[in-house]
């Protein structure tokens, strides 16, 4: 088709093309930069934890006071959770994913290393392997001697150090890449000069909360020490069981010391969901707002389209007595909005860049990727195609007979 005829049909109407363009044009590039965050979201909320997260319960406890025998307690607290029905591991530990508490240590090769090599989580307790349903690749898990004491380790200038470490498979190629981190030495927490034995590795265990970024959400590892005091229990429940053993379970630390309240108790895939609250929120928000753009600009270019065929009707039944047919006219309709379209999304695209620059420097956002460009362009042409549809195949109905009559 010959679109000069259509080039001077649209210098006649800038204002006109010209709005349809910029409409398009921010369409294209606020939609390219919300589904991009929408992906981001969506990624960050589908990562791996490495756990067993539907068989899984937490329980955070506080004391009134301060408990001189906290040791001994939570021995207790630990045998009381193992012994009831339904319960395939307990422990206590530093945290659990998720809840508002982070360990984290750096991590070196070398004794006094000035630059570490990273920054890990760090995980302490006692049968961690097995409570969190963690999955060993290499090597194996920590053997009864291996454990420290967390009081005794927690003693005015105590000497005492963990002597075994368990890595996760990123810190593990991170640290030693092409090489097995079993046997190899690393200096991370409390190691007084005296280094942690890697004695296994594990497939994934997440980090408790977002230090160090998307790429780092590995970067974790397990230190060998039991009866840790700081009021956290998880245990790992056989299927089908997990509300009935969380409930006998707060009952048993409640009967073992009146002296404590319980801050949060719940299903582990319930700490994921009110984590990630925030994620999904806005995610729909980003949503509605590129449905809201695109039925807005659906819109434009229907009226748009609709007030030319209304403008025009005189010389389209000029070109039907001439012998244009029906499809013609549908397809010079439809190439107009083309051209409109395809100049907005160019700009469109520029402008999408320029958005995503902006938030590479306020809120350390990843840069856009290249494949978003496209795919907001084929998603705008569509559009445009589907919104001018209606309007020009009533400008094709237009009858020849039409051009004989007076304006």
Same mark, same amino acid.
Not at 50 to 71: K, P
Not at 116 to 133: D, I
Not at 326 to 345: D, M, P, V
């Given at each position: 088709?010959?679109?000069?005829?259509?080039?001077?049909?649209?210098?006649?109407?800038?204002?006109?093309?010209? $709005?349809?363009?910029?409409?398009?044009?921010?369409?294209?590039?606020?939609?390219?930069?919300?589904?991009?965050?929408?992906?981001?979201?969506?990624?960050?909320?589908?990562?791996?934890?490495?756990m067993a997260d539907s068989e899984l319960v937490r329980i955070n406890v506080a004391g009134i006071g301060e408990d001189e025998n906290a040791g001994a307690l939570v021995k207790q607290d630990i045998a009381a959770l193992?012994?009831?029905?339904?319960?395939?591991?307990?422990?206590? $530990?530093?945290?659990?994913?998720?809840?508002?508490?982070?360990?984290?240590?750096?991590?070196? @090769?070398?004794?006094?290393?000035?630059?570490?090599?990273?920054?890990?989580?760090?995980?302490?307790?006692?049968?961690?392997?097995?409570?969190?349903?963690?999955?060993?690749?290499?090597?194996?898990?920590?053997?009864?001697?291996?454990?420290?004491?967390?009081?005794?380790?927690?003693?005015?200038?105590?000497? @005492?150090?963990?002597?075994?470490?368990?890595?996760?498979?990123?810190?593990?190629?991170?640290?030693?890449?092409?090489?097995?981190?079993?046997?190899?030495?690393?200096?991370?927490?409390?190691?007084?000069?005296?280094?942690?034995?890697?004695?296994?590795?594990?497939?994934?265990?997440?980090?408790?909360?977002?230090?160090?970024?998307?790429?780092?959400?590995?970067?974790?590892?397990? $230190?060998?020490?039991?009866?840790?005091?700081?009021?956290?229990?998880? @245990?790992?429940?056989?299927?089908?069981?997990?509300?009935?053993?969380?409930?006998?379970?707060?009952?048993?630390?409640?009967?073992?010391?009146?002296?404590?309240?319980? @801050?949060?108790?719940?299903?582990?895939?319930?700490?994921?969901?009110?984590?990630?609250?925030?994620?999904?929120?806005?995610?729909?928000?980003?949503?509605?707002?590129?449905?809201?753009?695109?039925?807005?600009?659906?819109?434009?270019?229907?009226? $748009?389209?609709?007030?030319?065929?209304?403008?025009?009707?005189?010389?389209?039944?000029?070109?039907?007595?001439?012998?244009?047919?029906?499809?013609?006219?549908?397809?010079?309709?439809q190439t107009e909005n083309f051209l409109l379209a395809t100049l907005g999304i160019v700009l469109g695209m520029l402008l999408a860049y320029a958005i995503n620059q902006l938030l590479m420097g306020k809120y350390e956002l990843p840069r856009l990727p290249l494949l978003y460009l496209p795919v907001g362009a084929v998603a705008l042409w569509l559009l445009g195609q589907i919104a001018v549809y209606w309007p020009a195949r009533?400008?094709?109905?237009?009858?020849?007979?039409?051009?004989?009559?007076?304006?």
């Amino acid at each position: 088709m010959d679109i000069r005829p259509i080039l001077s049909t649209l210098s006649r109407h800038k204002t006109a093309a010209s $709005l349809i363009v910029l409409e398009i044009a921010l369409s294209c590039a606020i939609i390219c930069n919300a589904v991009f965050l929408i992906s981001q979201r969506l990624e960050r909320m589908q990562r791996p934890t490495g756990m067993a997260d539907s068989e899984l319960v937490r329980i955070n406890v506080a004391g009134i006071g301060e408990d001189e025998n906290a040791g001994a307690l939570v021995k207790q607290d630990i045998a009381a959770l193992r012994n009831l029905p339904g319960v395939e591991a307990a422990t206590s $530990l530093n945290h659990v994913p998720f809840d508002n508490s982070s360990w984290n240590s750096s991590i070196s @090769l070398q004794p006094e290393q000035p630059m570490p090599n990273l920054n890990s989580a760090v995980y302490l307790g006692e049968n961690l392997v097995h409570t969190l349903g963690l999955r060993i690749v290499e090597g194996r898990d920590f053997k009864p001697d291996e454990y420290a004491d967390w009081e005794a380790l927690n003693e005015p200038d105590s000497k @005492l150090t963990v002597p075994a470490a368990i890595l996760t498979r990123e810190v593990a190629e991170k640290l030693f890449p092409g090489e097995s981190a079993i046997g190899k030495n690393i200096y991370s927490w409390n190691s007084n000069d005296a280094p942690h034995r890697v004695v296994g590795v594990v497939e994934r265990l997440i980090r408790p909360n977002d230090n160090g970024g998307p790429a780092e959400s590995g970067y974790s590892m397990l $230190l060998p020490v039991h009866n840790v005091t700081m009021g956290r229990f998880a @245990l790992r429940t056989e299927p089908g069981r997990r509300a009935e053993v969380q409930k006998a379970a707060v009952a048993a630390l409640e009967r073992n010391s009146a002296r404590r309240i319980i @801050l949060r108790e719940g299903p582990f895939t319930e700490v994921i969901e009110t984590y990630y609250r925030q994620d999904r929120s806005m995610a729909w928000l980003l949503v509605a707002v590129c449905i809201a753009l695109l039925v807005v600009t659906a819109l434009g270019i229907v009226g $748009l389209a609709s007030f030319w065929v209304q403008q025009r009707t005189k010389q389209i039944g000029v070109r039907r007595a001439l012998g244009a047919t029906r499809a013609q006219i549908l397809r010079y309709f439809q190439t107009e909005n083309f051209l409109l379209a395809t100049l907005g999304i160019v700009l469109g695209m520029l402008l999408a860049y320029a958005i995503n620059q902006l938030l590479m420097g306020k809120y350390e956002l990843p840069r856009l990727p290249l494949l978003y460009l496209p795919v907001g362009a084929v998603a705008l042409w569509l559009l445009g195609q589907i919104a001018v549809y209606w309007p020009a195949r009533r400008a094709a109905s237009v009858p020849p007979a039409l051009a004989t009559r007076s304006v």
